[in-house]
Structures are given as C-alpha cells and as structure tokens.
C-alpha cells in the first residue's frame, strides 16, 4: 500500500512542473486580456493615465501618468511633482509619474487594496477600481472605509492618444 502512494506520488511529481508552468502561463494570459488595461483620461479630462500589470507583481495593476492636457506650468516649464511631501521627490516630472500601485484583483472581479498619489495636493490614499462600463473605469480614493472614499469616473482614452515627454511608450 505505501509502495503504491510513493508511486503515485511520483507521478503527480512528474506533472507538477508542466502543471505549474499551464497555470502560470493561464493566469498571465487572463492578466494581459484585463479589460482595466490601457489608457484612461481622468475625472477632468486634463490628464490621461496608463493602467498595466505591475512590474513586481503580475496580479496586481499599477497606473503613471502618460498625458496631460497642459503640460507646462505658467512659466512654461514641464510640471513637477511639487506638492510631494518628500522634498527628495518635488522635482519628479508629472509626466510618466507612476500614481496607481498595489491594486490586487478581489473576488468579485473588481480591484481593491491599492493605493493612489494625487499630484494635486501630494497626498496618499487607499484605492479601488472597478470597470463600471466598456468604457467606464470607476476609481475610488479612500481613508480606511470605502463606503466613505470619493469616486471618480474615468473614460478610455484613443489608443493614438500621444504620450507627453517622460512618458514611457506603449509597450
């Protein structure tokens, strides 16, 4: 009886490896259709963010800032992260400024457990998205309780929208 389970568990041992690499290789194919991915304009329309699967971690999504409306400040100067409470950061170029990390895919399909940066005010949250629409992101901002964070709604944006300088290109 032992013989027979060492048996069969040198078998299963032998379809571990091809087991593990279909799994991976399906849950990065799942990841790269996510239907979040892409480019989305803000609330505002004044900015456009790319939203992509996290370098370090395949099952959660990231966003940076790939195009502004108006990129120069009054003095005609690309616009920096100025209101960043790090001072070591405040020369950080808004464009391409990586805002979105850490959303981690839920169980109902939405994302949650990120954390947002609004270069307007230089200040953190926690986040949540979730695809309202086709079309339609629904990106949530909060301090410890959802149910009392602020929504916005952002729209896809044209795949020919052009990136500003500093923006990393499509890959």
């Not at 389970?5 to 279909?22: H, I, N, W, Y």
């Not at 609330?43 to 370090?56: M, N, P, S």
């Not at 629409?133 to 795949?159: C, E, H, I, N």
């Amino acid at each position: 009886m032992i013989d027979r389970v060492f048996t069969l568990a040198g078998k299963a041992a032998r379809f571990l490896p091809a087991l593990t690499v279909s799994l991976v290789a399906l849950a990065t194919e799942s990841a790269a259709a996510r239907p979040e991915l892409g480019v989305w304009y803000n609330d505002t329309g004044e900015g456009a963010v790319e939203v992509y699967i996290c370098q370090d971690n395949a099952n959660r999504l990231c966003g940076r800032i790939v195009w502004l409306k108006e990129p120069l400040n009054a003095e005609g100067v690309a616009k920096h992260d100025r209101y960043n409470p790090d001072p070591a950061n405040q020369a950080r170029p808004i464009c391409g400024l990586p805002i979105l990390w850490g959303l981690a895919l839920m169980s109902d399909g939405t994302f949650d457990n990120g954390q947002i940066y609004d270069p307007k005010t230089g200040k953190t949250y926690s986040s949540a998205l979730q695809l309202a629409q086709t079309d339609t992101l629904t990106v949530t901002g909060y301090l410890g309780v959802k149910m009392l964070g602020k929504s916005f709604t952002w729209t896809r944006a044209p795949a020919d929208l052009p990136r500003c300088e500093g923006a990393p290109p499509k890959a």
